[in-house]
């Protein structure tokens, strides 16, 4: 049985008038906008990139499956530099970093989520346990891959975390430890 689609009521929203959807127009238009100029400027920068002779290491092309997996092996883990012998000395010149005070292990405690593996879990601070999860409509479950892995760590495990995370993130942006071509994972 066919049932005809009802028009809606004019007097569902009285309070609209044609300018306000006049102005809806408008600024659907500007939102497309910038998300098509925030599109070109991405594209122009990564091409930019691209382009720049300092960022291409030089080499041929890989085709084959076992070149590739070489050239992503020698780009993800190169070989050491040699090292000259030196006497190593007794005093390292260590970063600078304040003491944590004690509100910022509150601050940390308390930014748990409440709703996240809290309370005592009877967990020595440097052990996890690994909770594995069936993914639901798998047909074999023989596979790894159809599991998912939940970690439970002790909560002052969390806290202590993030608070040297914190530290880490300070002392890489403050010094400048990460080369300029590193994008991710910054803040």
């Known amino acids: 049985m066919h049932y005809p689609r009802a028009r809606p009521s004019r007097y569902i929203k009285r309070w609209w008038r044609r300018e306000d959807a006049e102005l809806r127009n408008i600024a659907t238009r500007a939102k497309r906008l910038f998300y098509r100029t925030i599109r070109r400027y991405r594209k122009q920068h990564w ?3 691209l382009n720049d002779n300092d960022n291409i290491q030089e080499g041929g092309i890989a085709i084959e499956d076992k070149e590739i997996g070489q050239e992503l092996l020698y780009a993800f883990f190169p070989s050491p ?3 000259e012998y030196k006497e ?3 005093i390292y010149n260590q970063l600078y970093c304040e003491p ?3 509100y910022k292990v509150k601050a940390a405690v308390f930014r748990a989520n409440p709703d996240k593996a809290l309370g005592r879990d009877g967990l020595p601070a440097r052990v996890v346990k690994i909770i594995p999860l069936q993914k639901p409509n798998r047909k074999d479950y023989i596979i790894a891959n159809n599991y998912r892995l939940i970690l439970l760590l002790p909560t002052l495990g969390k806290a202590l975390e993030s608070l040297v995370a914190e530290r880490i993130v300070y002392l890489v942006e403050e010094y400048s430890l990460l080369p300029k071509t590193h994008f991710g ?3």
């Open 47 to 49: 091409e930019a990139f």
């Open 81 to 83: 530099p040699l090292c």
């Open 88 to 90: 190593t000395p007794t």
């Open 100 to 102: 944590i005070a004690k």
């Open 185 to 187: 994972a910054r803040k």
